[in-house]
């Protein structure tokens, strides 16, 4: 007998079962997985838009984010190019092909050097869209795939990210039924989400929490006003 | 990894003499309390969270197979591979079948408590390949030597200074000269160190927090960003999983994650939740070429349907050593195994037997604060109980143990006997002590004094006591 075979029926035999389950067990589970059942949804979260980018904003702050509000993505080349500054950091981002990202009008910053495409490490700032924002605890959403390779969210030292503030919404629930409406037209899940929720972090010395492990050390947000 | 559960007390008594193991636990006891108490101040629903987490992982238990089934159906329909492994031997061979199939040479890892489990490092060396802790806590016992002594924290016993002494053993890349007094200096010299490594890798590594059937997907929950550097670069990702990882939906995950980085770290949600569904797509700049899910049982089935069914629930936060008095006298390592505190010592004589791990259980003062913190609210002082109980019924207790237990079951079922005989002793000693108020050494009982003093009894036994303040019967 196959190990999948005999770790299958030693979960019947020891649930008390002789096979798979059936009947109204079997249609509970299946209904489950077809229309997923939202749970307890904190309060906080169930707010209007305007009040849960306000949330969004304590919230991703309180995580050590970095967070400016612009007017349009016309604004973002100057919003980007004086963070940069103030952090001392080079005047170059790396970025995926995100329509939002393309449409950014980086010729008004000519100074301002811009790349696409995956990180190899040689890095030092990337620039990513966010799919959504979840208010309850100012955690960013980021697809993986040509409009946001997974590797610019970790290996440069510094991130950016800009986030519609039509795309914040309170709960993770919320991010899932977007996310389920996508993959209802593309057909399948990005191969990657990354909920992304301030700079990376450690605390294995002696529990002293240092920003910037493995990961980013500065994660700024840009949220575009587009309500 | 060497077992030494069966020397428990004296691993305890070793950690209690250990003055830099005192140092660090000391800093771990206020630390990780403090921070739960917090966040669960700042949800008010953080309670009825716990109930619905605990009722999403029951009715997953109830249909393990049906989800297994539909998570391998999903990871497939994504271009992944599901293997299941009945044991750490079968596991550790299908990790090293997928390495040496892809020609790897280097293997970095994100933190895995199953890996500790099923000793992964040793086989992988054993056949060859090169592996690379990156988690910092992990690679820092990787440089030492030792295994993890608390699940989320794994070199929580190690103070900086040792730190720094491993660095300068190891790196010998580096300036001798070069200043590593302060956490940042060493993070930062691991930072750069390990950087390297992720890019020449070809296998990353990863354990799973939760599985999920409705989509086939893999989810690690991290600060650090090494479990997704891991699993991002190399062109192979293998996450290996024990069963009971699964649960049905994305939502039901998102519900036990809420109560997930509260409990463990005090934190509202950690820095990296990331949800991994099969291989790169057409057109995807990067990510792994090939995905492996290893579903291991190791014992899990074997604890479905029976008393210890419940410690399936748990997610491994670690709230309840954070919160157990044992655990912060003697730390980790002195359970001997993998999993220590409250929960090693279920989990431990489930997976290794009673014979091996028998002793574990009786390492509590049933307080119940594990009980009162676990997330998942699994009755961890029932399960020690059942533990305890089956531990003496075969025989495994050792002698004076049996002996003390047999003479007072002999008295607590003779009511009488046993009230004069602890009004005798009682008395006795209220005499003695009532000069000092304690007792510094007391005959047979210097595993008690040797460190901390016995306060002495007023008197009068409780029995007396509550029947003079008119107390029901």
Redesign the interface.
């Given at each position: 007998m196959?190990?999948?075979e005999?770790?299958?029926g030693?979960?019947?035999?020891?649930?008390?079962r002789d096979g798979?389950?059936e009947g109204e067990?079997?249609n509970r589970?299946e209904e489950?997985?077809r229309e997923?059942?939202?749970?307890?949804i904190?309060?906080?979260s169930q707010k209007a838009a305007a009040d849960l980018a306000l949330l969004f904003v304590e919230?991703a702050q309180?995580?050590n984010c970095t967070v400016e509000e612009v007017g349009s993505l016309r604004q973002v080349p100057d919003a980007i190019a004086t963070y940069l500054t103030q952090e001392n950091l080079p005047a170059e981002v790396r970025m995926?092909e995100h329509p939002d990202l393309l449409a950014i009008p980086f010729e008004q910053r000519p100074t301002l050097t811009v790349t696409k495409?995956?990180t190899?490490?040689t890095h030092a700032v990337s620039l990513a869209a966010a799919f959504a924002g979840a208010a309850?605890?100012g955690?960013l959403a980021l697809l993986?795939?040509?409009e946001g390779?997974?590797?610019l969210?970790?290996?440069p030292e510094s991130e950016i990210v800009i986030l519609r503030k039509s795309k914040i919404v309170g709960?993770?629930?919320d991010i899932?039924q977007m996310?389920r409406a996508r993959t209802a037209q593309t057909g399948?899940?990005?191969?990657?989400?990354?909920?992304?929720?301030?700079?990376?972090?450690?605390?294995?010395?002696?529990?002293?929490i240092?920003l910037?492990?493995?990961?980013?050390l500065r994660l700024h947000i840009v949220i575009i006003d587009d309500l | 990894m060497h077992i030494t559960t069966k020397r428990f007390k004296k691993n305890a008594a070793e950690a209690m003499d250990n003055p830099q193991l005192q140092q660090?636990l000391t800093?771990?006891k206020t630390?990780?309390v403090e921070r739960r108490a917090d966040a669960r101040a700042g949800?008010?629903?953080f309670d009825?969270?716990r109930d619905?987490a605990r009722d999403?992982k029951n009715h997953t238990l109830?249909?393990?197979?049906?989800?297994?089934?539909?998570f391998e159906s999903n990871v497939h329909a994504?271009g992944g591979h599901v293997h299941?492994?009945?044991n750490a031997e079968?596991a550790r061979r299908i990790a090293g079948d997928i390495c040496a199939e892809v020609g790897a040479k280097t293997v970095t890892k994100g933190k895995s408590m199953i890996s500790e489990e099923i000793a992964l490092n040793d086989g992988l060396e054993e056949r060859g390949f090169e592996v690379i802790e990156?988690?910092?806590?992990e690679y820092?016992l990787q440089l030492r030597k030792e295994g993890p002594s608390h699940i989320i924290?794994?070199?929580?016993h190690v103070?900086?200074e040792q730190?720094a002494d491993d660095f300068r053993a190891h790196h010998i890349q580096f300036d001798k000269a070069r200043p590593l007094n302060e956490?940042?200096e060493?993070?930062s010299e691991a930072?750069e160190v390990?950087?390297q490594k992720?890019?020449d890798s070809d296998v990353g590594i990863t354990g799973a927090n939760f599985l999920i059937?409705?989509?086939g997907?893999s989810v690690i929950v991290t600060?650090?960003?090494?479990g997704?550097?891991t699993q991002?670069?190399p062109k192979v990702h293998v996450v290996i999983a024990s069963?009971e990882k699964v649960v049905?939906?994305?939502?039901?995950a998102?519900?036990i994650?809420?109560v997930l980085a509260r409990s463990a770290?005090g934190q509202?949600?950690?820095?990296?939740?990331?949800?991994?569904?099969?291989?790169?797509?057409d057109?995807?700049?990067?990510?792994p070429e090939e995905y492996h899910v290893i579903?291991l049982?190791n014992g899990r089935?074997?604890?479905?349907?029976?008393e210890y069914q419940d410690m399936l629930r748990c997610i491994r936060c670690g709230a309840c050593m954070n919160h157990c008095p044992v655990y912060g006298a003697v730390g980790g390592h002195a359970y001997g195994w993998v999993y220590p505190g409250p929960m090693g010592a279920v989990l431990t004589p489930s997976f290794i037997g009673v014979d091996q791990g028998g002793q574990l259980p009786n390492a509590s003062t049933f307080c119940g604060r594990c009980e009162a913190v676990c997330p998942m609210r699994i009755p961890l002082p029932k399960m020690m109980r059942h533990y305890r109980a089956k531990e003496y019924e075969e025989g495994l207790s050792p002698p004076a143990m049996r002996f003390g237990l047999d003479v007072w079951g002999f008295m607590a079922t003779k009511p009488r006997l046993y009230r004069l005989a602890t009004r005798l002793v009682i008395g006795v000693l209220g005499r003695m002590g009532r000069r000092k108020g304690h007792f510094s050494t007391l005959p047979l009982a210097d595993g008690w004094t040797k460190y901390r003093d016995l306060p002495a009894p007023d008197g009068r036994t409780f029995q007396d006591q509550w029947d003079d303040a008119g107390g029901a019967r």
């Open positions: 196959s190990a999948r005999q770790i299958l030693q979960i019947r035999r020891s649930l008390g798979p389950i067990a079997l589970a489950r997985l997923p059942p939202r749970g307890l904190p309060e906080r919230k309180k995580a995926g495409g995956r190899d490490g309850e605890t955690t993986s795939g040509p390779p997974t590797s969210n970790f290996l709960p993770y629930e899932w996310l399948s899940m990005p191969r990657t989400v990354n909920f992304i929720t301030g700079p990376s972090r450690t605390g294995d010395i002696e529990q002293k240092e910037g492990a493995h990961g980013p | 660090a800093k771990m630390g990780f949800l008010p629903e009825a969270l619905q999403i109830e249909n393990m197979d049906f989800y297994l089934e539909r994504n299941w492994a009945r079968e990156t988690d910092l806590g820092i924290a794994p070199a929580i103070l900086k730190v956490p940042r060493l993070i930072r390990l950087r992720y890019l059937a409705e989509t997907t600060n650090e960003g090494n997704d550097l991002a670069l069963l049905p939906t994305l939502d039901d998102s519900a994650l809420r770290t509202e949600f950690t820095a990296y939740t990331t949800f991994s569904t099969g291989p790169k797509r057109g995807d700049p990067d990510g579903l049982d089935t074997a604890m479905l349907g029976t």
